[in-house]
């Protein structure tokens, strides 16, 4: 709780945890590590929780690090993200940049574990050689004469088929968001009985072959970030199922070539990341400077009472690749917060104030954290008392 953001990414200063803060970061590393200590804690406490910090950490922040065709990592990431170039860390220069191998020993190794190790630790049995579902995901298992062909869109949907070749016994994640999990077995409904470890168990029985329908149903969760031992501004986030939400910011990507001890192939550039607007037209650099606060999307805050019926989860039927690509959006009531920016912009502007001051009120759409390099995810509070 003092040292996790919400993206699933734990905290840090170098190589320091830190207190949880928007603009706190986390080095990619510590993805690839805690992913492995999830999947060791599953294996030895035999409690479903861990597979769902797993799905949190991988789907959210771990994701949201990467460029979109796999070919840099962000060597630090924050949960809001206006810039990721050579000068916008809070540690040291360079360090927010997206790189193809970052110069350190471990980030652009773990960048390329990450994924399989989680894909790995999808699926864990016990000594009884019992199979366990730890974490949601298209893939195909095998094990014990069972073979499992999964097919989801999880977590973009909470919805699971599993289309089972074999007999035995099978225990099936229920993740703690989950307010009501429906489950049929060969077309019958199965009473969805959770145990003590948060696993619902399925005797597979009879026919060689089962079709398994799972369907969780999650509720937008509004959390209420406590960065107490940080800023102290007590933002906003959004989750729903798996997924945690960020306001997307349009990137610029500027690439360059650093004096590397290796020389880079030219196909294969670092890049400076910078958001796209639309700049003031004048000739005036000052007023240039003033107008910019009318002319970026990205200062905003929300009312702290906010409820989940006050948002709306809209699916899109799309058929590109779902990183970048949302299968699914949510739209959220929200205010414009003129004054919540920074005239001389180089690194993400923290707004002064626990409350901002708003002018007239906005629909955000935000998209999934994995689907964005530069966003917005911890809102500030509006001051609803004193709107502008």
């Not at 958001?275 to 970026?296: C, G, H, K, M, W």
């Not at 920016?341 to 502007?349: E, I, V």
Request: hydrophobic fraction near 35%.
């Amino acid at each position: 709780n003092k040292a996790m953001n919400a993206s699933g990414g734990p905290t840090g200063v170098v190589e320091y945890l830190a207190p949880v803060g928007s603009v706190t970061e986390t080095e990619y590393c510590s993805f690839t590590y805690y992913n492995a200590a999830y999947s060791a804690m599953s294996a030895i406490t035999g409690e479903s929780k861990y597979g769902d910090y797993a799905e949190q950490l991988v789907y959210n922040g771990a994701q949201g690090a990467r460029k979109k065709d796999e070919r840099a990592i962000a060597y630090l990431s924050a949960p809001n993200q206006v810039y990721a170039t050579d000068i916008s860390s809070n540690d040291s220069v360079d360090m927010q940049v997206y790189s193809p191998c970052y110069p350190v020993a471990c980030c652009p190794a773990n960048s390329v574990i990450l994924m399989p190790e989680f894909i790995r630790g999808m699926a864990l049995a016990d000594e009884n050689r019992a199979l366990y579902l730890t974490a949601y995901g298209p893939c195909t298992i095998r094990h014990n004469g069972l073979t499992i062909e999964e097919k989801t869109l999880y977590p973009f949907k909470n919805s699971v088929t599993l289309d089972v070749t074999g007999n035995g016994v099978l225990y099936c994640k229920n993740p703690a968001w989950s307010k009501e999990t429906a489950i049929t077995v060969d077309g019958k409904t199965q009473s969805a009985e959770v145990n003590q470890n948060g696993f619902i168990r399925l005797d597979l029985i009879g026919s060689d072959h089962h079709n398994i329908e799972l369907s969780f149903r999650a509720e937008i969760e509004v959390l209420h970030i406590d960065d107490s031992d940080n800023a102290g501004k007590h933002p906003l986030a959004f989750r729903y199922g798996a997924l945690l939400f960020s306001l997307p910011i349009q990137e610029k990507w500027e690439p360059y070539y650093p004096q590397t001890e290796t020389p880079l192939p030219e196909e294969w550039p670092w890049y400076k990341v910078k958001p796209v607007f639309e700049e003031a037209s004048t000739d005036d650099n000052y007023l240039r400077l003033q107008l910019r606060r009318d002319r970026i999307y990205w200062n905003v805050a929300v009312d702290e009472n906010l409820k989940a019926e006050d948002i709306k989860v809209e699916y899109n039927c799309k058929n590109g690749y779902v990183w970048s690509e949302p299968h699914v959006v949510i739209k959220i009531p929200a205010y414009k917060a003129p004054y919540s920016c920074c005239l001389y912009p180089s690194k993400t502007f923290e707004p002064f104030g626990d409350c901002q001051r708003v002018a007239h009120p906005i629909e955000l759409t935000l998209v999934p954290y994995g689907c964005t390099n530069l966003r917005i995810t911890y809102f500030p509070r509006a001051d609803l008392e004193k709107k502008l």
